[in-house]
């Protein structure tokens, strides 16, 4: 096996931005079923499910309380759009969390592997995505 390049550091190619998205936990499907689209449409390179979590958050006035699984997908800033409009069509969430994070360093060889393995080229145009989604935004399901 190859030992990997230990040069730690972005400056070799494009941004790649660790995104975490909440969801619903009492049942892992909608995760799973997230984290497969990004992964086949090649929206994120890897995405990790965190089962699980207990969640504390103000929604409408009120401390709502309920488990969550935590989304990690390590993408490019180029596909963050489409990732973006991927989430938001699937997710059942009014209000998802979706937060990008922009990595400062990192193993070459994994951050090269991830932007080989993330689509470069993203329209800009949400209707050239060409899904079948489960749940249209903002819809509770």
Known sequence: MKKPTTTHSDSAGEAVLLVLCSCPGGDEQVARQIAAALAERRLAACVHIIPGLPALFRWEGRLEQQAECL?????????????????????PYNVPEIIAIPLARGLESYLSWVRDNTLADTPDSPADLNRDSPAAPGTIT
């Open 71 to 91: 989304l990690l997908a390590k993408t490019t800033r180029a596909a963050y759009p489409r990732l973006e409009q991927e989430v938001l069509a699937m997710h």
